[in-house]
C-alpha cells in the first residue's frame, strides 16, 4: 500500500472534512443568515406608521434594517415569527425596556434602548404591524 493506492480515498476524505468544516463554520457565524435581508413591500402608511418609521430608522433600522428587513446585527423583524399571536405589541415595549437575550437568532443580544420612548415604541408598533400585513403577515395563535 502507498499513497498512490489512497488517494481516491483520501480525497473522499477531504471532500468531507471540508463540508463539514463549512458546515460548522456556517452554522457559528452569525453573519450568514441565508436570505436577510428579507423583501419588504411598502404599503401606504398611516400618519401614526410614518412617525413611527422615522423612529424606527433612527432607534432600530441600525439592527433590524431598514423597513425591518434585517441585517447582519439583527433580525428582520417583517418576518413571521413577530406575527402578533407570538410577539405581542408588548414584545417591542419589553425589548426597548429591558433589551432581549439572544434566542430566536444568532445575532447576540439586544441592548436596552432607554432613548426610545413609550410613545417612539407605540409609533413604531404601529408602523411594523402595518409593514407585517402588507407582506402577508398576520395573527396565527403561538403553539408551543
Ligand atoms: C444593537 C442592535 C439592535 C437594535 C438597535 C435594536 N434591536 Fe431589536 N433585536 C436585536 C436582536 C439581535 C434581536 C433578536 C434576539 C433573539 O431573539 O435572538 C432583537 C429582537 C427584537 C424583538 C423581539 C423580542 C422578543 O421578545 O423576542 C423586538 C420586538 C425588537 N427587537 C424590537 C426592536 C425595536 C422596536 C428597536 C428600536 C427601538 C430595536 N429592536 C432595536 C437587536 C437590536
Redesign the pocket.
Known sequence: MNIKDNLPKYVVLAFFVGAIGLWFAQSNNPRAVAGIPVAVKLPQLSAQAEAGKK??AS??A???GANGAGTD???P?IHDI?NPGH?ADE??F???KFG????????????P?PQ?SQD??AK?VRY?RELQVANGITYRQHRM
Open positions: 423612529a424606527f432607534n432600530c441600525q439592527c433590524h446585527k439583527g433580525p423583524l413577530y410577539h414584545a417591542f419589553m425589548a426597548a432581549v437575550r439572544q434566542h430566536h437568532w444568532r445575532f447576540g443580544d439586544m441592548p434602548l426610545a417612539d415604541i413604531i411594523i
